[in-house]
């Protein structure tokens, strides 16, 4: 894996972390696939997106998860939107504005361009949406043991100073410790919990009190 990687190695480390596997480049597209592709849509990817697929493209089942990371070839441009990301169920895409491509970390917006043209500020750059989506994606669905928990009220003050909230945005919270993930919505009084460790799990569900999915 190229050392010179910008943006590359915190995913690569994030995800060998929750995966508990090493990436090798078999994971990711080559440089010659994400140029051909910048040639098709005639702009440069942002450093810290042609990163993400240099790194994390082929990764199926982080990728589809959830919410969709579009291949190489099925990213387009909506109008002046670069959509490199579709939501759970396409409700909404995330995309880059053109005039922002040039930048290697540029802001995210997410939008509906079938039925609503107006986009919104996520209020992430670019590697800090990334980074989230690995969380979320790896919590909800990508880890290989998951569980519920439906009293978030009574859980979640009681997590111990080693869980990190790892993420707080729009409403999405998640808490990490060591290889387990813990997400909640914000008034939802379910949690998910995932891990790809089966004593990991085995405390979640004796410990903590969630329940195997």
């Known amino acids: 894996m190229d050392q010179a990687l910008v943006f590359g190695n915190t995913y690569r480390i994030l995800v060998e972390e929750l995966f508990g596997t090493e990436l090798t480049s078999d994971y990711g597209f080559v440089d010659e696939e994400i ?15 042609r990163e993400y697929y240099q790194v994390l493209g082929r990764f199926d089942r982080l990728n589809t ?3 969709h990371l579009l291949t190489l070839d099925e990213m387009l ?9 579709d939501k759970n169920q396409s409700v909404c895409t995330w995309a880059i504005h053109q005039a922002d491509l040039n930048k290697p970390n540029p802001p995210v917006y997410q939008g509906n361009p079938i039925s609503n043209p107006c986009w919104y500020d996520e209020k992430l750059q ?11 994606q790896a919590v909800w669905g990508g880890l290989g043991f998951i569980g519920d928990h439906c009293n978030s009220s009574l859980l979640l003050p009681n997590l111990d100073s080693s869980w990190v909230k790892v993420v707080d945005h ?12 813990i997400s909640n919505l914000q008034d939802d009084d379910c949690c998910i919990c995932a891990t790809e460790h089966p004593s990991s799990f085995e405390y979640l569900l004796q410990e903590l009190g969630f329940e195997q999915q």
């Open 170 to 181: 729009a409403g999405l919270r998640i808490w990490r410790h060591e290889g387990m993930l």
């Open 65 to 67: 998860a959830h919410n």
């Open 35 to 49: 140029v051909a592709i910048e040639q098709r849509l005639r702009a440069k990817l942002p450093l810290a997106l």
């Open 126 to 136: 670019l590697s800090e949406f990334l980074t989230l989506m690995i969380y979320q």
């Open 77 to 85: 441009f909506s109008g002046s939107m670069l959509r490199f990301m």
